[in-house]
């Protein structure tokens, strides 16, 4: 298996612009997380998809920020429109969500950078 | 909120000798406790985890030990390599998908 699929690898933009993010969780998981990593903050859970649907955003930092999962392969996290402080690398991980499988597996990261 | 305090946040050691890095977790129904190493620039990643009904795992060189009384846990990792130098994350599970991370411990192996 691949791993979890991240693109693109490097983003820069310009404040304002708006920028999405793209992810492919390794086949056959049905969890799907989406983290922002800064030095200030660690990681933070942005949203959490089960089943492509999403349970948990409570860690989506306001309605600039969206995410979908249209299907079991494939999601999105868009910033609309992007600021300065969104500047952060941005991980998806997959799991399995079973009883007695936790592990959840992390993308390679989108390194966001907005001017 | 739930919480994990991880310390310390960094450590120096001489290659050869031991680390350790200790994790402190505030939900007591917390039942699973993984441990992720992150290089410089690339991505997290699994290196040992345990369930609350263990008390220690061992892996090679690195081994986790849980106290669920006292609510904390440990990574210990003998004889130190460069290649063991990163940073660490802890993390415990407070609900049956998500994960409290540590704020990270940069671990340096001098030669």
């Known amino acids: 298996d691949a791993g979890v699929i991240q693109s693109p690898r490097h983003e820069v933009t310009e404040m304002g612009q708006e920028v999405t993010l793209r992810c492919k969780p390794i086949s056959g998981h049905n969890s799907l997380f989406w983290y922002r990593q800064t030095m200030m903050r660690g990681l933070e859970l942005l949203i959490y998809?089960?089943?492509?649907?999403?349970?948990?955003d409570s860690g989506m930092p306001e309605d600039r920020f969206s995410a979908k999962m249209p299907n079991a392969s494939f999601s999105t996290l868009k910033i609309q429109p992007s600021e300065p402080r969104d500047s952060a690398v941005y991980f998806c991980?997959?799991?399995?969500?079973?009883?007695?499988?936790?592990?959840?597996?992390f993308g390679p990261g989108t390194r966001l950078t907005v001017l | 909120g739930e919480n994990v305090e991880q310390h310390p946040s960094t450590l120096s050691v001489q290659e050869g000798d031991s680390a350790v890095i200790k994790c402190t977790y505030s939900?007591?129904?917390?039942?699973?406790f993984p441990w992720y190493k992150q290089e410089l620039g690339k991505r997290p990643q699994l290196i040992i985890d345990?369930?609350?009904n263990v008390g220690e795992k061992k892996d090679q060189r690195i081994a986790v030990t849980l106290n669920k009384t006292a609510k904390h846990f440990s990574l210990h990792i003998t004889e130190t390599q460069p290649e063991d130098s990163a940073v660490y994350f802890c993390?415990?599970?407070?609900?049956?998908?998500?994960?409290?991370w540590g704020a990270g411990t940069k671990l340096i192996i001098k030669p």
């Open positions: 345990i369930r609350s």
């Open positions: 991980a997959s799991s399995l969500f079973e009883a007695s499988t936790d592990t959840q597996y």
């Open positions: 993390a415990a599970k407070v609900s049956n998908y998500q994960l409290i």
């Open positions: 939900d007591s129904a917390s039942n699973y």
């Open positions: 998809f089960n089943n492509n649907v999403p349970i948990d």
